[in-house]
């Protein structure tokens, strides 16, 4: 009996074994380079409508980046070169803009681009209701559209904007197309094939691109929401690249597999003070919070160094607004900070709250550092961490906060996008930020055409935000790239996308 | 016949009661699932559309019997996330989940009975204290803690997977068994550990008892006796557990599902949770909620078949 059994467990073992001798032995990313394919790992799935007129996470704008174009794109500075449109003129009081359309340019359901589909696109996102409003607020200076010949587009401007390019990069879409929400289609050199809730993404190289094709036929993306799954699938060979890791998980991979790159995540991640609150009120409070906190030393502790120190609302990759010499305005000195803090009227300090969403972990370890830093101020900090949905909800709509920490992006690449929202009327400025004289630079600024005289105003403004210390300014993230050996050509933008028509195997 | 009638009663009844609490527990927690689609990019005039396009501008019961109605005619609604019917997105995911908790099931039933068997013959032995640290080192490690430890093992070190790399299982089912093996043994190790455990108590209990005492002193073979009356009489709470177990260890792959990279229901249904995706969530619920039930029921029945005193109506 006693054997019987032994040999019945042992049987089920050898059972087990089998199944795994039979199994398809692991393919790493050598397989793939002779398929050449490549498979990418992400955090989060995208959007649940995948038109890129709607979409409003930055994870799915990462992965359409390849599938859409504008009149206009971005190039890896910043600066928006021709895409759809073959040549473009501006005329010289700014209310003219003639764009060229290049010709046989292909949408991938193998259409034609024509003007109507570029008009079709660019009234689309000035009056549909569901566009994303940034888009749609800053095209209202347009005042009429007009085809002067099959290829020739004139934009008529109501008033002068000298970041109309940028809102130009907007995707053109076919005009007689209703599936964008589902099975989007563009002019990019990728196109979108299908998708499998909380799986996969997948696009596969555009044959018939008007530009330099893609290097890769097919990219997947995986869908990984555990941060140890996407170390586990680099590891395995499931996946060949991977961003926005930590330096943490980076150090866990095998360097001899992989390549790291480190780039920016090109966002302003600050303590955002909620400057309606007191004592957030107090420009001294708030100066002396800037004199206690040690961004060098946040950076060492939670994030090993990496990450690019800022002292304004500009991130130092988008080069033409970054103004370097605010960045060590401040310079960690206690004693000043106390001093400030009496001055105010707290020389024991005060306790306050630091709200942070908590499912974004360097935005934590951030908050915890800062805790720890604020104490020899004598300010009690404590962490609060909340739903991404209840602190949309409370922090964002409702402005109910002390304090949060969190990372803000430029969305379209404009000094307008980063920094309006510190206009005291404006809708998303949810740290009530409220001074007179940077609402007058704003609107000075807006109405300024020349560019160099325009790059001067909103220097001005971030040097508003500085000297009135209107948050505590941290760093620009750094952005942990693993890169299989073997796959070369990943091209940095100033821009939370991953460009993979440059992509290839060796 | 009157028993299988109550028990189908009961079984709506709760599916009813548990679908209803969900719905109710979400507009209790709040969240808006608008507001989570739109992000920092919503505008009231955005968030009333996209409200109004999902229904969520309906009073609260409408919108439940709106959903009820559509469950009972076999429309799951459309999932908010995905703009997808949901009964087309959760299907397959179903499939994986459930090949995976078979999987798991199969080996806890094939290596718990002759293990808890083993274990309670040898339970004077001397080293029967081995079985059971081994036993309690099992029961206490957590399933998640293990598919770490097992995928690195098995999948980085050993390389007998792919971590992170699970084939389509409606094409390759093969390949797709041979990935889901590692997860099932995850699953199952604190099962087996348990219900072995629980065997060899039973076992243990019933062996004292008078009739076996008698039985053997009769000349009977204390092997047959064991295996003719006493593991008979052991079946019963083995099964009412092996019955829980089965409910549990959908709970449980959840987190295995997400450590082990599988596109099973655990991981959908965490993340519809976090997005506010109610129509996904209900479906969901209500679909383990019918798994929980069903499970138990069967049990019940099975255990009926066995002991003639259930069915009376009497036992113990």
């Excluded at chain 1, 024991?348 to 709200?355: L, N, P, V």
């Excluded at chain 2, 959840?254 to 969530?281: C, H, K, M, N």
Aim: glycine share 6%; with cysteine.
């Amino acid at each position: 009996m006693k054997k019987r059994l032994l040999a019945g467990i042992l049987a089920f073992c050898l059972a087990g074994t089998s199944l795994v001798g039979c199994g398809g032995a692991s393919k790493g990313g050598t397989d793939r380079s002779e398929s050449n394919e490549i498979v990418i790992g992400i955090s989060q799935d995208l959007d649940q409508s995948l038109d890129p007129h709607v979409t409003v996470a930055a994870g799915t704008k990462e992965v359409m980046f390849n599938v859409f174009e504008g009149l206009v794109k971005y190039d890896p500075d910043g600066n928006t070169i021709p895409a759809v449109a073959s040549d473009y003129e501006i005329s010289d009081d700014g209310l003219t803009y003639t764009f060229t359309l290049r010709e046989g340019v292909k949408f991938h359901n193998g259409e034609t681009v024509d003007l109507d589909d570029v008009i079709y696109s660019i009234e689309r996102c000035k009056t549909d209701p569901n566009v994303n409003p940034q888009t749609s607020t800053g095209l209202q200076c347009i005042d009429s559209l007009e085809k002067k010949d099959d290829t020739t587009l004139v934009i008529k401007l109501s008033e002068p904007n000298t970041e109309l390019m940028s809102l130009l990069t907007l995707a053109i879409l076919p005009d007689d197309y209703d599936k964008q929400d589902t099975q989007p289609v563009g002019t990019g050199p990728y196109k979108y094939v299908s998708r499998t809730a909380q799986e996969n993404v997948v696009l596969e190289r555009f044959e018939d691109y008007w530009g330099t094709p893609g290097n890769i036929d097919k990219v997947t993306y995986k869908i990984e929401e555990k941060a140890e799954s996407l170390v586990l699938g680099l590891e395995s060979g499931a996946l060949d690249l991977v961003s926005h890791l930590t330096t943490t998980q980076t150090n866990e991979l095998d360097k001899s597999d992989f390549n790291i790159e480190t780039g920016s995540m090109n966002l302003v991640q600050a303590l955002y003070l909620n400057n309606a609150r007191a004592p957030f009120d107090d420009e001294l409070v708030r100066q002396a919070l800037c004199y206690a906190i040690d961004r060098q030393y946040i950076l060492d502790m939670a994030f090993d160094g990496y990450g690019y120190p800022i002292g304004s609302n500009v991130f130092p990759s988008f080069k033409k607004y970054f103004d370097d010499s605010l960045t060590d305005y401040y310079t960690v000195d206690i004693d000043k900070a106390k001093e400030l803090l009496a001055e105010a009227g707290y020389p024991d300090g005060f306790s306050m709250t630091i709200t942070v969403p908590s499912n974004y972990q360097p935005h934590c370890d951030t908050a915890e550092v800062i805790v720890d830093e604020l104490k020899k101020i004598n300010v009690t900090a404590t962490v609060k961490k909340v739903e991404w949905d209840t602190w949309l909800d409370e922090t964002y709509k409702n402005r109910d906060f002390d304090s949060t920490v969190i990372g803000l992006t430029a969305d379209p690449l404009t000094a307008r996008s980063l920094l309006e929202r510190f206009k005291s009327d404006a809708d998303n400025n949810f740290m009530n930020y409220n001074d007179a004289e940077y609402d007058e630079l704003f609107a000075k600024a807006i109405k300024t055409y020349d560019d160099e005289e325009q790059v001067k105003v909103y220097k001005a403004m971030e040097k508003n935000l500085t000297e009135h210390a209107a948050n505590v300014y941290i760093q620009d993230m750094a952005d942990m790239i693993a890169i299989r050996k073997g796959l070369t050509g990943l091209t940095f933008y100033p821009l939370y996308v991953l460009d993979v028509s440059t992509l290839k195997w060796e | 016949m009157k028993y299988a009638l109550r028990r189908i009663m009961a079984l709506v009844l709760t599916m009813i009661a548990v679908s209803f609490l969900t719905f109710a527990a979400f507009h209790l927690i709040g969240g808006d699932p608008a507001q989570a689609i739109l992000g920092t990019s919503a505008t009231p005039e955005r968030l009333e559309l996209l409200r109004h396009e999902m229904g969520l501008d309906r009073p609260f019961l409408v919108q439940y019997f709106h959903w009820l109605a559509g469950f009972v005619t076999g429309d799951l609604g459309t999932s908010y996330s995905y703009r997808q019917p949901v009964a087309e997105l959760i299907m397959p995911k179903l499939g994986v989940t459930f090949v995976m908790v078979m999987l798991s099931f199969l080996i806890i039933v094939a290596l718990s009975f002759p293990l808890g068997m083993q274990d309670a013959q040898h339970s004077e032995g001397k080293f029967s204290w081995v079985w059971t640290v081994i036993g309690q080192i099992c029961m206490a490690v957590p399933s998640f803690f293990l598919s770490i430890i097992v995928s690195y093992v098995c999948g980085i070190v050993l390389r007998f997977f792919t971590p992170g790399d699970f084939p389509d299982m409606y094409r390759h089912f093969g390949s797709a068994l041979h990935y889901l093996f590692f997860a099932a043994v995850c699953i199952a190790v604190p099962r087996i550990a348990m219900c072995a455990r629980m065997l060899k108590s039973t076992i243990i209990g019933e062996m004292e008892k008078s009739y076996v005492r008698t039985a053997i002193s009769r000349g009977n073979d204390r092997q047959a006796v064991l295996k003719y009356h006493v593991l008979k009489n052991s079946l019963v709470p083995t099964i009412a557990f092996l019955g829980q177990t089965m409910a549990e260890i959908v709970g449980g792959g959840i987190v295995v599902e997400q450590v082990f990279g599988i596109p099973g229901i655990g991981r959908f249904l965490v993340s519809s949770i976090a997005t506010r995706d109610y129509p996904v969530v209900q479906a969901l619920v209500v679909i383990m909620a019918f798994w929980v039930i069903m499970a138990g029921t069967i049990a019940d029945l099975i255990n009926m078949k066995i002991d003639p005193r259930l069915r009376l109506g009497g036992g113990e």
